[in-house]
């Protein structure tokens, strides 16, 4: 199995801050220490042109040129750098990569993806740019071109947060189906529609979190 990270592309976050930076390294340590024979690999970085499958050229140019409104960076909680947009892109590319994988293998994985609060035009909740949109539509350009049909691709998402980002990029689009798993009263407060939402109460433990 081979599995992408990208946790050597450090963030500089202002003292205090509350995002837990530091737990990408430690799942990876973690990994190479119990599981020896994952293959870990550095991630890719994800071109303008694959970020482009789902988000505005306005937005892409707005972070890579350091343009972005400070109202758009509050909402992210990242403080702007060119490190900041080197690991968002690595973590889009270690997506696409993993999905490539596993394509061909049947398992893949991605260390530290999942951030399904960025839409196309805008970040959220300390997600830049969204992974998983990014490497559904470039793994169906991609089917399309090798096979002529359309490939159905299925969001599970079990983060304790929705996954409105993902849920409003593929609203309007069948070949896609989302499923947003989370917190009823948990971030983001206003939902957006998944095709399928399950919302679970506070305190729901495990028995609950199953029969869901």
């Not at 707005?62 to 992210?76: K, M």
């Not at 061909?104 to 740019?129: E, I, P, R, S």
Request: aromatic share 8%.
């Amino acid at each position: 199995m081979q599995a992408f990270y990208s946790d050597h592309f450090v963030l500089p976050l202002p003292p205090g801050h509350r995002f837990p930076m530091a737990k990408y390294a430690m799942l990876r340590a973690t990994i190479a220490r119990q599981l020896p024979e994952v293959a870990l690999l550095e991630a890719p970085v994800a071109s303008d042109g694959q970020l482009a499958l789902v988000h505005t050229p306005d937005y892409i140019e707005s972070l890579v040129r350091g343009q972005i409104s400070a109202a758009a960076l509050r909402e992210i909680g990242f403080p702007w750098s060119e490190f900041m947009v080197e690991r968002a892109r690595r973590s889009v590319g270690a997506t696409v990569a993993a999905v490539r994988a596993a394509l061909q293998t049947g398992v893949a994985a991605n260390l530290a993806g999942g951030t399904h609060h960025a839409y196309a035009d805008k970040g959220g909740g300390f997600c830049v740019f969204n992974d998983v949109a990014v490497a559904a539509r470039l793994a169906q350009a991609e089917w399309q071109r090798q096979y002529r049909h359309i490939l159905k691709v299925a969001v599970i998402d079990l983060d304790v947060h929705q996954g409105n980002g993902t849920a409003h990029i593929f609203q309007k689009d069948n070949s896609v189906f989302t499923l947003s798993l989370h917190g009823d009263k948990n971030f983001p407060f206003r939902k957006e529609a998944s095709d399928l939402d399950v919302a679970l109460a506070d305190g729901c433990h495990d028995a609950e979190y199953l029969a869901a």
